[in-house]
């Protein structure tokens, strides 16, 4: 169906999206009739949203470490630094750190924002501080023990 297509000029990028589409579709059990029409109906969409337009498409990366490092803050159970490392090929440092660093943003992710917190702060507050005293605050005047009147 495809192949009729591929002789007009500038369709090329287009049928590629188009196959990529349908491949990923037959992967995911459609049946390959109807992965090459889907595949052909996502490039046309994908036509008219983005048309004229330079798009710019991402590796992705950041999504598939994200993907990995949940993975390994799901599968560990406080014994398996060891063995998640030669799994996805890291050191045991990095293990903890992915397992430290995702824990920080789970428990961020599920801390509710308090009212008068700026957006993103998950209701932590900066530590309360006891009221400056007058010299902190640069109101000086003598510090030191009581001056007595007779200068001495």
């Not at 992705?60 to 159970?77: K, M, N, P, Q, S």
Request: hydrophobic fraction near 35%.
């Amino acid at each position: 169906m495809m192949e009729q297509f591929s002789e007009k000029r500038g369709v090329q990028t287009l049928l590629d999206l188009a196959r990529a589409a349908a491949e990923a579709l037959k992967e995911n059990g459609v049946d390959s009739e109807a992965a090459e029409r889907l595949g052909l109906a996502v490039a046309e969409k994908l036509r008219l949203v983005y048309g004229g337009d330079q798009v710019y498409i991402p590796r992705g990366l950041a999504l598939l470490i994200g993907r990995r490092d949940l993975e390994i803050y799901r599968e560990f159970d406080g014994t398996n630094h060891f063995e998640l490392a030669r799994k996805h090929g890291l050191t045991e440092r990095q293990v903890y750190n992915i397992i430290a660093r995702v824990r920080a943003s789970e428990a961020a992710r599920r801390q509710m924002d308090l009212p008068f917190d700026p957006p993103g702060e998950g209701g932590r507050r900066p530590p309360l501080r006891p009221p400056a005293s007058p010299r902190q605050r640069g109101e000086g005047g003598h510090t030191g023990p009581p001056l007595r009147e007779d200068g001495g």
